[in-house]
């Protein structure tokens, strides 16, 4: 159904342009950075901070905003109500144990994937990974095998209208090599990404279909890279990655 103009708040849309501009690279936010990367006006950035502060959504130390625990009720809500999270997760807690390494489902939202829920076996990244974190989609083996589910000419838009940042000297930050590894990853099926999104770190991953053949999103196990061999790798967690996958396509709406 088309939503008329005058039907729609341009403030809540501002503000929530707002608290998306909080992420793990920008956790705090001058008035300034935050106008820039919204493209709001500072006024406007300035006026929006200052609610979310008010209301105890940000901390304000006189400079520098940041996100408190209470925004966590805006997405906590909805993964509560998503049924994904709550079929995926024994799996997947039988999962890591089988294998002894950590996995994770994620969806897609446009350019980025949104981890729904994780069975943690270790710490393999940087930064702390849970239910509702977000990461590129472009270089995440996770990413990739949604990305490679969609129509080529959407998904060459989609890493167009982004910029595409080299998080690793092996990152592939170019569009026509990215849509070559697509190809790639719908032929065979998965996709396996050796320390792309971060230096030290290697990931399998397969997709996630409903029982109309749908992609919904995507299963993957996260290791310490090792001089053991990507193939190694591969055909190590492969396998139960799959077996895993077919079971669910079988409860899966």
């Known amino acids: 159904m088309a939503i008329k103009q005058n039907d729609m708040m341009g403030g809540l849309a501002k503000g929530l342009r707002v608290i998306e501009a909080f992420t793990a690279e920008t956790p705090r936010l001058s008035i300034s950075q935050t106008a820039d990367i919204t493209g709001l006006d500072r006024a406007t950035a300035r006026r929006c901070l200052l609610t979310l502060a008010e209301h105890g959504y940000c901390a304000y130390d006189g400079k520098f905003f940041t996100v408190t625990p209470r925004v966590l009720r805006l997405g906590t809500g909805c993964l509560a109500s998503m049924p994904l999270p709550r079929i995926v ?23 980025e994937i949104v981890y729904v829920a994780r069975a943690a ?11 509702g974190s977000r990461l590129p989609a472009y270089c995440t083996s996770l990413g990739r095998v949604m990305l490679a589910a969609l129509a080529e000419h959407h998904v060459r838009d989609m890493l167009s209208g982004h910029p595409l940042q ?8 170019d569009v026509d090599a990215i849509m070559a590894e697509l190809e790639l990853v719908r032929k065979q099926g ?40 990507m193939a190694q790798v591969i055909e190590t967690y492969l396998p139960s990655l799959l077996q895993v996958s077919r079971e669910l396509q079988g409860v899966l709406a």
């Open 166 to 173: 080299a998080r690793t000297l092996r990152t592939l930050d």
């Open 121 to 131: 076996q270790r710490r393999v990244m940087s930064i702390a990974l849970m239910p």
């Open 89 to 111: 997760q024994p799996w997947l807690d039988q999962l890591s144990e089988k294998i002894g390494q950590s996995t994770s489902v994620a969806i897609l939202d446009d350019a």
């Open 190 to 229: 998965y996709a396996a990404v050796d320390q792309e999104v971060e230096q030290g770190l290697r990931s399998v991953a397969v997709p996630l279909k409903n029982a109309r053949g749908i992609v919904i999103g995507a299963l993957n196990t996260g290791l310490a890279a090792s001089p053991e061999p």
